[in-house]
């Protein structure tokens, strides 16, 4: 790896943004992604909103140009472990988890076949089941297979291997620390969904057929875990009447006092799923303000006009399992200041959006709200965040972000180094 | 480069079982006349064994035109990257092993025909040769001197680019200059900030590479990026500067308060936020008459949100209310402000100031419509229903400040071509009318463009600039330039700084390409560019009006000519030309062509081809084969194009007198909310093929067989059944083409 080269730690939409804006501006960048795959959390969306397009149009453009350009390098599975600030820059130790499978990989799907081992699907949120050797979705890049070293037992005599004409399948691999030397590091970590099950009025985890709104879209998305089908997880009901609890954990002191940017929108648009597949379906939001700024204004009223879509302002008291797996909401609607409550086929919490890093920070002299979230004042010269990483944000701010950042990253290398 | 071929097959992940590779070679070979010995097999092509036989035969032999059947081209394609070297890609593994019976002639013949294509495809393909024009300007021309233009200027500037900062005031700041206070833009977002402007105007004007021009507009902007000449207007005289890429960064004006008088404007002590602002910076809140305002309403959403008025949401106006009810509270512990609001819009962290905001109980909050602001016996009252305090209350206040919203700068001209172009598609006489009645409004650009003097605002857009994709930013139908701050979306100043500097990103990367002769986004990597043989151009005007960049001008004589550097690669002037004479050095209407007539129509049973989107549709396609359990129906042929705007209406015409029996094209999404990448190429192609079905209704063939159907990269689930359909529709209803055996 080249010294002169920019280390960006997360390849989701943020991250692949910022390695992509340098590599192609003519720089080396070097991706570090946790998952085994690139795009983050945007490859689980079923649609983007307002133009409710497909994610992966815009994931396949941008594994594209990874492909093309060649300047942007990535190890998935993938953590830096330490980092310390050398002659300017930066030496970075990157922890390497052992993927089980190597380049020889095809993706035939020999070893998944022959695997007699099950894990839990984490790209559909544990909704589905996959083989311990696995692709993590159909358009995964890169397209090559997973072992889950936890899930696979070991037991059944190497199936896999045995199974794989290629090569690719390596059980001795080990994790490995690679090192590489960075002029300036950029930290695109994103977010995990808020554990909403914290909550304990809201019923997650307790109370059947209470959903949260990540879980919504790989519900709706055709490659999740019903192909598309709006169903209710616990007798695959279909789902016609849906209540929508937003600021779930958000705008809470008690869990998140932030708003979590994305929500409304988010919400919104999967009523639309939910009115495309069932046109006669009854979809009601519970908010406190309804947050959609600028153009979005526009397919806030789009949603709002449709049939059969109610907003209620008041902020959600209780979550309750009612006769037949259905689910009861109970709350103040402020404005009449009348008590409601009403029973619905499945609930969706708009829960809020989380940094990766509060469980585990980056040390590097960052300093954290207490959520986690970077203080960008707090950023030594040379290191830069972005997207959720310090604030949460959709994915237009993230790539408007991570434009910029790629531009002040390049100009730490300009200087030979951090300045 | 004289051509060494050869043509390499993979046996690998499944492609062995589903055919004979001997006998799909022993076809190909008879069919395309390329010597059985250039073909080889490979049990594993992108193993280190099959790799390393194709590398020791370019070593050896001297191999520089290399054809490899294999998986799809989408896939290894590191393994196979053979530079110095023509590769196509034949995809015998999701299309043909992943999706098809095994071991049928259907399958074996499908095969066949894609190996057949990829041959011809090497045989029409050329290594790239880059265009790179000479004199190659690389100053960066930002429109705007507020706080998104300083901060452009001031990042390209530490990026060691020269700048050129166009500001048409005589001032540098613009709207944030004449703030008294910042909202917090920091964790914990407590603290009012003083603007943070004054310190950016200083370092741009401390900066030797930024070079600044007050109370100047651009009159003229001709040229393409790395030479635009540029004139420069400034107290009726001109000046011309060069400059290699532009950041409009023109900002926005408050929306005309005049038009909310329901709201009380022009009531005294009725003021719109911005005057608020101006009232603060004196020092004291104060009435018309110089008395304290001790009772401050703020009515939020006046004009925003508002189908009457702006029918967006201003972002910023929320938290600018919250800040000036802050103002109040430290002009006066006494003070009262009321906020009266639809919904507190503070998304993201800026929640935390609202919050804080919440704890003061000189703040009082309420959701409402309102009703009206009307005086009465020498009072301001506040009318308003639906309130968190009852259902219609009528509130007195001191003072009363309308949150009125933004307009973009690039609105007012916007609409006045949109009203122009939508009153021209009836006649001259509308136009003319039009343009009598409305007098033009200032442009920002004045462009040299024979598509029109601005950047194209979205359909439906409200005069924003913006990108139409959400996952790319900073895409615009001008290629050069690119918008930042509010002329884009309503943004806040921090949003609007970090903007400026993602803009000025684009603006430096589009100097680095064209200075290599490259392409910039969505084909980045590309050194090809359209040459056409200007010998056979018939002036038909077809590409310079199709071109979705505006990249073909048009000289004295009305003959189009390319400035290269607003090309994105599309094709769409390839597909437009009813000449055939756009060609691309990897990509052309031969090409295509040939491939479509290379491949063996059977006699009996059907042929039907369908031209892929290759961003998305034929990623679905390769899905299907994935997905392993989805069929694709084996007549059809599928041929990946760039887009779906490179369809060249000859294919058509190639097609069906080779007797192929159906052509169906599989493009994205087209209309507001379009999803093509190239804006228009699916939308283009639909309009040519509406044309063609005269034609071949006039050849008495169906127009049916011919279909353009929109679809998107995750349809992989319904596409088997979406092509299944088409081809059973020509089976039933229309039979075999006439011409088949002719």
Redesign the interface.
């Known amino acids: 790896m080249a010294e002169e080269s920019i280390l960006v730690i997360g390849g989701g939409?943020s991250g692949l943004?910022v390695a992509l804006?340098a590599a192609?501006?003519?720089h080396d960048v070097t991706i570090v992604e946790r998952n085994p795959y690139l795009g983050g959390r945007?490859a689980q969306l079923?649609k983007?909103f307002p133009?409710?397009?497909?994610?992966?149009?815009?994931?396949?453009?941008?594994y594209?140009?990874v492909?093309?350009?060649g300047r942007a390098k990535f190890y998935t599975m993938s953590e830096v472990e330490k980092v310390s600030a050398k002659d300017g820059g930066f030496d970075v130790g990157i922890k390497v988890n052992p993927r089980y499978i190597n380049d020889?990989c095809?993706?035939?799907?020999a070893c998944a076949q022959a695997c007699p081992a099950e894990r839990s699907d984490d790209f559909n949120f544990g909704m589905s089941k996959t083989k311990a050797a696995y692709l993590p979705f159909?358009?995964a890049f890169p397209?090559r297979y997973v072992i889950d070293g936890k899930a696979c037992k070991g037991d059944c005599g190497k199936a896999c291997e045995a199974a794989c004409?290629?090569?690719a399948v390596d059980l001795a691999m080990k994790p490995e620390t690679v090192n590489v030397k960075a002029a300036a590091i950029v930290v695109a970590t994103g977010w995990n969904p808020y554990e909403i099950a914290k909550a304990d009025n809201l019923g997650f985890g307790k109370v059947k057929n209470v959903i949260n709104n990540v879980m919504m879209e790989r519900i709706a998305?055709?490659?999740g875990p019903t192909?598309?089908r709006i169903l209710r997880p616990s007798d695959g009901k279909e789902a016609r009447k849906v209540a929508f609890v937003q600021c779930a954990g958000s705008?809470d002191e008690n869990h998140l006092?932030?708003?979590?940017?994305i929500c409304c929108m988010a919400s919104l648009k999967q009523v639309t799923y939910l009115k495309e597949q069932y046109p006669d379906s009854t979809a009601t939001v519970f908010y406190i303000?309804?947050?959609?700024?600028?153009?979005?204004?526009?397919f806030y009223?789009k949603v709002r006009d449709m049939e059969g879509v109610t907003l209620t302002?008041g902020k959600v008291a209780k979550v309750e399992q009612a006769a037949g797996d259905d689910v009861t909401v109970t709350l103040e609607d402020?404005?009449s200041g009348k008590k409601v409550q009403e029973t619905f086929d499945m609930v969706v919490l708009a829960s809020g959006m989380e940094s990766a890093l509060r469980e585990k920070p980056l040390q590097l002299g960052i300093k954290y709200?207490g959520e986690g979230?970077i203080?960008?004042?707090s950023l030594v010269p040379g290191i830069y965040a972005v997207g959720s990483a310090k604030?949460?944000?959709d994915?237009?701010?993230s790539?408007?972000?991570?434009?910029?950042?790629?531009?002040?990253a390049?100009?730490s290398l300009?200087a030979g180094g951090r300045r | 480069m004289e051509k060494k071929y050869a043509v390499y097959v993979c046996k690998g992940c499944g492609i062995a079982e589903s055919v004979d590779a001997d006998k799909v070679i022993a076809a190909a070979s008879s069919h395309t006349k390329v010597p059985k010995d250039k073909f080889k097999s490979h049990d594993i092509l992108c193993g280190p064994e099959g790799v390393a036989m194709i590398k020791a035969d370019m070593a050896g032999e001297g191999v520089n035109a290399i054809t490899i059947a294999a998986c799809s081209w989408r896939t290894k394609s590191d393994e196979f990257n053979f530079p110095g070297c023509v590769v196509s890609r034949a995809n015998i593994r999701e299309l043909v092993a992943w999706s098809q019976p095994p071991q049928t002639e259907e399958t074996q013949a499908l095969a066949a025909d894609y190996l057949i294509m990829g041959i011809v495809r090497t045989q029409k393909a050329e290594l790239p040769e880059p265009g790179i024009l000479p004199d190659l300007n690389d100053t960066i021309m930002v429109i705007g001197g507020g706080v998104t233009g300083l901060t452009a200027a001031l990042e390209a500037a530490k990026a060691g680019y020269d700048v050129a900062l166009v500001e048409k005031e005589a001032e540098l700041g613009g709207w944030a200059a004449k703030l008294y206070k910042e909202a917090p833009g920091q964790y914990p977002y407590e603290k009012l900030n003083e603007p943070t402007v004054f310190a950016k105007i200083k370092e741009a004007e401390a900066n030797p590479k930024i070079k600044i021009f007050k109370s100047t507009s651009v009159e003229k902007t001709d040229g393409q990026p790395g030479l635009y000449d540029v004139t420069l207007a400034s107290n009726g005289n001109t000046e011309q500067i060069k400059a290699g890429s532009i950041v409009l960064a023109a900002g926005w004006k408050p929306y005309d308060a005049t038009k909310l008088s329901h709201l009380g404007y022009g009531l005294a002590n009725v003021v719109t936020n911005v005057e608020f602002e101006e009232i603060a910076k004196k020092g004291k809140i104060t009435r018309a008459d110089g008395k304290p305002a001790r009772k401050v309403a703020f009515i939020q959403c006046a004009g925003s949100r508002d189908a009457e008025h702006l029918p967006y949401c201003s972002h910023f106006c929320c938290s600018t209310s919250l800040k000036q009810a802050r103002y109040v509270r430290e002009a006066n512990g006494d003070a009262m402000a009321m906020i009266f609001y639809k919904d507190i819009r503070t998304p993201g962290q800026t929640e935390l100031f609202y919050k804080n905001m919440q704890n003061d109980p000189g703040v009082m909050l309420t959701k409402a419509e309102v009703k009206g602001v009307a005086e009465e016996g020498g009072k301001l009252f506040v009318h308003a229903t639906d309130t968190l305090l009852g259902s219609a209350i009528k509130v007195e206040a001191d003072m009363v400040v309308l949150a009125t919203g933004i307009v973009p700068a690039t609105a007012p001209f916007q609409t006045w071509w949109d009203g122009m172009t939508e009153a021209g598609k009836k006649g001259d006489a509308e136009r003319n009318k039009f343009t009598e009645e409305n007098p033009r409004p200032d442009g920002i650009l004045n462009l040299g463009y024979k598509q029109g003097p601005e950047v194209p605002s979205l359909e439906g857009g409200f005069g924003f600039v913006d990108s139409n994709f959400l996952c790319f930013q900073y895409e615009t139908r001008r290629t050069g330039i690119y918008a930042a701050g509010c002329v884009r979306q309503p943004m806040t100043i921090n949003e609007a700084a970090e903007d400026a500097t993602g803009a000025a990103m684009k603006a430096i990367q589009v100097l680095d390409h064209i200075a290599k002769g490259q392409a910039v986004h969505p084909r980045a990597w590309d050194l090809t560019y359209p040459d056409p043989m200007m010998t056979r151009c018939t002036s038909c005007k077809r590409c310079t009006e199709e071109c979705p960049f505006g990249a073909i001008d048009e000289d004295a004589k009305g003959t189009p000519f390319y400035k290269i550097n607003r090309c994105r690669r599309c094709g769409t002037c390839m597909g437009a030309c009813p000449e055939r004479i756009v060609s691309f050095k990897d990509y052309n209407v031969d090409m295509i062509g040939s491939m479509i007539k290379s491949m063996e129509v059977p006699e009996e049973g059907l042929r039907v081809i369908c031209l892929a989107c290759e961003n998305d549709a034929y990623p679905a396609l390769d899905t299907v084969g994935v997905r392993k359990k989805l069929k694709l129906n084996p007549a059809v042929r599928f041929i990946p194009v760039r887009c779906l705007g490179s369809t060249n209406l000859v294919w058509v015409a190639d097609a069906f007198s080779r007797g192929v029996d159906g052509l169906l094209l599989l493009g994205c999404k087209f209309g507001e909310d379009y999803q093509c990448h190239f804006i228009k190429g699916s939308e283009l192609a639909s309009y040519r093929f509406s044309k063609v079905q005269e034609t071949l209704d006039r050849l008495q063939l169906e127009a049916e067989r011919c279909q353009m159907m929109q679809v998107g990269i995750d349809d992989y689930s319904k596409l088997p059944d979406i092509i299944e359909a088409f081809v059973k529709k020509i089976e039933d209803d229309l039979g075999p083409n006439p011409f088949k055996g002719f």
């Open positions: 939409i943004t804006e192609e501006a003519g945007v079923n983007y133009k409710l397009c497909p994610p992966l149009c815009g994931l396949e453009i941008n594209r140009r492909k093309e350009n020889k095809v993706a035939c799907d159909e358009q397209q004409k290629y090569g998305a055709p490659n192909e598309g705008r006092p932030y708003c979590s940017y303000d309804i947050r959609t700024p600028g153009r979005y204004e526009k009223w302002k402020v404005l709200t979230l203080i960008p004042g604030s949460p944000v994915v237009t701010k790539v408007q972000e991570a434009t910029g950042a790629a531009l002040k390049i100009y300009a």
